[in-house]
């Protein structure tokens, strides 16, 4: 209750509490120091691609493959900020780089707009009787099963910075030598009540990854 309203800086032992009493177990786990030459958090690195790779599933093969999981975001803190890590990618040098969400950085205006019209086709009703499908051309009166409007697109690969305030390097990331993460344990909450184990983590304790 005391956070509600409340405009004073949160951090990571706040969000724990929150979303521990909305019936969430939750882990923290630190990275006290660097792991890796320059300063880099190559183990910070390491253990959030181990994470999303731990409940993934390929949508595609190839070079080029697509990984979906069913793993929640993470909550990312280090001092005076935090953002949230909704995934990791592969450069083109196979180099690794976070994806994510900061709330100090606008999305850039063609993504929203992009964002906006893929939103709008996946909700808009199809008309029965009658293809959708704008990929390729209808034949003169055909009728059959109705078939999904294709999604706009956007080449990103031509717009290599529109992606800029959603990627995280290593070489940004030893900027700061100290991070936290906060993930949650459970796909569903559960109230305390039926939840054994919630008075385990009225403690708050964290995993040290040195």
């Not at 509490?17 to 177990?25: I, K």
């Not at 780089?97 to 199809?126: G, H, T």
């Not at 991070?179 to 949650?184: A, D, E, G, H, N």
């Amino acid at each position: 209750r005391r956070l509600v309203g409340k405009k004073q800086w949160i951090g990571t032992t706040e969000v724990y509490v929150a979303l521990c009493r909305l019936g969430l177990r939750c882990q923290i786990v630190d990275f006290p120091s660097p792991s890796g030459p320059n300063g880099q958090h190559t183990k910070l690195m390491q253990w959030i691609e181990n994470y999303f790779r731990s409940a993934s599933n390929p949508a595609d093969k190839g070079p080029s493959a697509i990984t979906t999981t069913t793993r929640f975001p993470l909550y990312f803190q280090h001092d005076g900020h935090s953002r949230t890590i909704i995934g990791i990618e592969t450069d083109a040098k196979l180099q690794p780089q976070l994806l994510i969400l900061d709330p100090a950085k606008k999305v850039a205006p063609p993504l929203r707009k992009l964002s906006e019209q893929m939103s709008a086709a996946e909700s808009a009703p199809a008309q029965p009787g009658r293809p959708v499908d704008t990929t390729t051309p209808a034949s003169a009166g055909s009728v059959g099963p109705t078939r999904a409007r294709k999604a706009p697109e956007l080449d990103l690969h031509a717009h290599p910075k529109l992606l800029g305030a959603h990627r995280l390097t290593l070489k940004e990331l030893s900027k700061k030598k100290q991070y936290q993460i906060l993930y949650v344990l459970d796909h569903v909450p559960k109230p305390a009540t039926a939840d054994p184990d919630q008075p385990k983590f009225h403690t708050i304790r964290s995993l040290r990854i040195v």
